[in-house]
């Protein structure tokens, strides 16, 4: 009767445990714990991170649990290591959160549980399409899009985003437009750049002088917080001696945060984070110049002047804001058969120039106001590239259906250029 009667009070005890959220299992293994301290802004599902060095995050022994601790229960949050020369930890502080206050968090490996992915990446002979169950996000090109028949062979490129779609799936893209053939949708090359004592334009492939290519995949994640592809890209020169040479190295860092919630509706939340270096013994001078650069968007041909909308952090629009700079832009428009989409584009603190100078091309454009807009961190100086560097500029988006507020726009950013303080407690 003694054994049994402590065996059913052991019971009891495990299904209490187990109730508040604790496991008596012995197959959970405590990381650490974790403190964000979401600062002087409100939060809304923001994507967060801490560094793992110096910690256990080995997964051989067990899969890595989030769980947010809520008094004496945990609610189970989706994360995900990013492994590397500094690991971390990601995940999305999810729901509200208000300016100056803490959420506590408790890091666990268990060796039974498997993560299911949200955000996936497919391939295909000619790209790879990123996803969020089942709904596209973007499209990166890898094979090289032929323009028509009747126009120049040398408008082909590859490395860029189209289709990119909103949460509704309307298209926000456009390449081969009529009267820029060379514009393909997302991408960033250089046009007036100076290499080996002459100047390479990678930008108007009609001179004929350089192009942009696809060069290979460094690597491409699924994952339930984030997924996404680092690629690399070369910037090809055609008019060196002995023949073509590869001027410029560059590494495409995509990543799709597993965030679709906002005030204004679905949206999806991405970065690009571009880093160059030179990819021989010269240097390479990219010249200040109006186009060209950080990341330049060809929008759909559905926009024009009396349907589209454009508005800078700084508060210009379409008809004042060319040469201006800001921290953020945003871009949106009507489709005929779906609402209202827009981007909302956001420079980092870290890049160069910033807030950067932008490039929007004003009403009335090409006689029926098409848009265009680009961050451009040379419009107004120089960058010179020297061999042995690594020169980063960082992105994120905002494609949403709809419209947003400033005061949306401004948090946002602030996510971005802000994140919360995340602190490992003791």
């Not at 499209?139 to 590859?158: C, F, G, H, M």
Request: hydrophobic share 35%; charged share 25%; net charge neutral.
């Amino acid at each position: 009767m003694y054994k049994f009667s402590n065996l059913k009070c052991l019971g009891f005890l495990s299904i209490i445990l187990i109730m508040i959220g604790l496991n008596v299992s012995g197959q959970e293994i405590v990381v650490s714990r974790f403190t964000v301290e979401s600062g002087s802004a409100k939060r809304l599902d923001t994507p967060v991170s801490v560094s793992l060095t110096g910690l256990d995050y080995n997964t051989d022994k067990g899969a890595l649990r989030l769980y947010e601790l809520k008094g004496k229960t945990r609610q189970e949050v989706p994360c995900q290591l990013e492994n590397g020369n500094s690991p971390r930890l990601w995940w999305v502080m999810e729901g509200e959160t208000p300016a100056n206050i803490s959420r506590k968090y408790i890091l666990i490996k268990d060796s039974t549980f498997v993560a299911k992915n949200r955000i996936t990446a497919k391939i295909t002979p000619k790209a790879l399409i990123m996803s969020m169950e089942g709904k596209n996000i973007l499209q990166y090109n890898t094979a090289e899009n032929y323009p028509p028949d009747t126009v120049s062979i040398l408008y082909k490129r590859s490395g860029f985003i189209h289709p990119l779609w909103s949460p509704s799936g309307n298209i926000m893209t456009r390449i081969n437009a009529p009267d820029h053939m060379h514009h393909y949708g997302i991408w960033n090359p250089w046009t007036k750049t100076l290499f080996e004592g002459h100047q390479t334009d990678f930008w108007n492939l009609y001179e004929g002088q350089g192009t942009v290519k696809f060069a290979g995949f460094n690597s491409i994640i699924s994952g339930p917080v984030y997924g996404g592809f680092r690629v690399r890209q070369e910037h090809v020169d055609f008019q060196c001696k002995g023949g073509d040479k590869v001027a410029l190295n560059e590494e495409w860092d995509v990543r799709i945060w597993n965030v679709v919630n906002s005030p204004s509706g679905k949206v999806w939340l991405w970065d690009l984070t571009t880093t160059l270096n030179c990819a021989s013994t010269s240097p390479i001078l990219l010249e200040a110049y109006r186009y060209g650069g950080g990341i330049g968007f060809r929008a759909t041909d559905e926009w024009n002047d009396n349907n589209s909308w454009t508005m800078t952090s700084e508060g210009k629009d379409r008809k004042t804001a060319d040469g201006s700079r800001a921290r953020w832009c945003d871009v949106g428009g009507e489709f005929k058969e779906n609402g209202t989409s827009g981007i909302l584009f956001m420079s980092h603190p870290s890049n160069r120039e910033f807030p950067e100078p932008m490039r929007i091309w004003p009403p009335k454009m090409n006689g029926h106001g098409d848009v265009y807009f680009e961050f451009c961190p040379i419009r107004d100086k120089d960058w010179k590239l020297q061999p042995g560097n690594d020169y980063v500029l960082r992105y994120r988006m905002l494609v949403y259906d709809g419209k947003i507020d400033k005061q949306d726009a401004e948090r946002v950013w602030n996510d971005f250029a802000y994140p919360p303080l995340v602190r490992i407690e003791k």
